[in-house]
């Protein structure tokens, strides 16, 4: 009997070791993300996350992300949130308390993890009918973008930090900033701050969602770029490139705005049409190996048509090719684009406004009609929107 009462001592002992050992498990994997969320999944804010993974908002889940979480990301372009049609992401911070997202190194810099990719259910463009098309995200072929619902709700994104994101594959295969395919007006999407990141500040394919109160700070490509037939608006946007940033990408543009995917589909149905209002654009990178910083300052091309109005160009110290484009080889804006801008500082060194270019077989010539007006009546972005984020703007 002594013998039986000491070898269940010694099981309890052990179940009691083995429930210890769970419990820590779970103590140290609370702070992990990454794998597929499929209902709710909450976060807190006490907590500093580590995503270690793909982190997959699968259709019917929500991540849901307090004001004050921090989440740094390992190393890999294999790091990113991506939310699919149907799931939601609901980070709202406040303005003494925002989401930060931001890469975990010790010395992160651009392209040290993914980024967030929403996708939505609105209208992007394409050869079927309008509605029927969809889109294939970069980083996953397989997993589709885009509908028939121009009201779609993919979350809210309110009082967020995304820093040292985006990541390149390949030409066709990239990570931005920040990623919107086919993303309704539902959604919410309203003070963000994106600082060095890799690629583009933040890319719309397609969709109709509303961007109000967007910092872009030092991305490596484009600041805002446009493509596959966004019909939304972009209200009070500032984007900068600093001195001394350099970058190793051929055609960095403040705005680059395409009416069909890549220039592919110029006679595709629902192709770009869509507001920019109160924009920053600021160049004070220097010239590195005799190349211009900037090639673009607005390159509005390939069938889109755009309203861009009090529109301010500042050239600190860096150089820019050309103050507006309307045409490439593939097409040309539309001819009731609308472009309302005003330029300041150094001299650009190409054209002031760039309207005809040969097509791509080069045997004949685009032309585009778009009206641009170049004043100095226009003040761009309103700053103050962004004392939140601690960024210190240069003197205007």
Known sequence: MKKLFFAL???????????????KKTDQDENVLKGDITGLKELD???EYTLTGALNIKDGGE??????????????????????TGGKIMAEGTADKPVTFMSGAASP????????????????????????????????????????NNADNSGKLMYVKLFHTGAKVDADTEHNGLTLNGVGS??????????EGSDDGVEFFGGSVNVKNLLVVNSQDDMFDITQGWTGTLDNAYGIWEAPFLTDEGDPRGIESDGNLDGKGPDHVDQSDFT???????????????????????????????????????????????????????????????????????????????????????????????????SDSNTGADTSAFSWTGYTFPAN
Not at 14 to 22: I, T
Not at 67 to 82: P, R, V, W
Not at 118 to 126: F, L, P
């Open 276 to 374: 920019l209002k109160n924009i920053s654009i600021v160049v004070n990178a220097p010239k590195a190996d005799d190349k211009t910083f900037m090639h673009d300052a607005i390159k509005v091309r390939r069938g889109a048509k755009a309203y861009i109005t009090n529109c301010l160009v500042w050239n600190i110290n860096g150089e820019v090719k050309d103050f507006v484009d309307v045409v490439d080889k593939r097409g040309g804006a539309t001819d009731d684009t609308v472009i309302e801008c005003t330029y300041k500082g150094i001299a650009y060194v190409g054209n002031e406004v760039t309207r005809e270019t040969s097509n791509e077989a080069g045997d004949g010539t685009i032309t585009s009609d778009a009206t641009v007006t170049v």
């Open 9 to 23: 001592a010694i099981f309890s002992a052990l179940l009691a070791s083995c429930n210890d050992d769970d419990d």
């Open 63 to 84: 991540l849901v992300i307090p004001a004050g979480t921090m989440i740094k990301a390992e190393i890999g372009f294999d790091k990113y949130i991506l939310v699919e």
């Open 186 to 195: 539902g959604t919410v999407i309203e003070n963000v701050y994106i600082a």
């Open 109 to 148: 810099k651009a392209g040290y993890w993914g980024g967030i990719i929403i996708n939505g259910k609105a209208k992007v463009s394409g050869a079927g009918a309008s509605g029927t098309n969809r889109g294939s995200t970069e980083i996953d072929g397989n997993i589709k973008y885009g509908g028939d």
């Open 45 to 47: 804010p006490s907590v």
